[in-house]
């Protein structure tokens, strides 16, 4: 009866692996990235269309 208990201990010390959550923090740094690169990419198509609407008028010009 006694090793049951004792299993049961152990099932607790199971919880333990809880502390691995932590990691996520490492995904969020790489969701920080991609948010970087989607404003840059953002900011990229912004300028791309800004350039090709100036070029547009100073053909029409």
């Given at each position: 009866?006694?090793?049951?208990?004792?299993r049961?201990d152990?099932?607790?010390?199971?919880?333990e692996?809880?502390?691995?959550?932590?990691g996520?923090?490492?995904?969020?740094?790489?969701?920080?990235?991609?948010?970087?690169?989607?404003?840059l990419?953002s900011?990229?198509s912004?300028?791309?269309?800004?350039f090709?609407?100036f070029?547009?008028s100073?053909e029409?010009?």
């Amino acid at each position: 009866m006694t090793e049951a208990g004792g299993r049961s201990d152990q099932g607790t010390e199971g919880t333990e692996g809880t502390e691995g959550t932590e990691g996520t923090e490492g995904t969020q740094g790489t969701q920080g990235t991609l948010q970087l690169l989607l404003s840059l990419l953002s900011l990229l198509s912004l300028l791309s269309l800004v350039f090709l609407t100036f070029s547009a008028s100073s053909e029409g010009g």
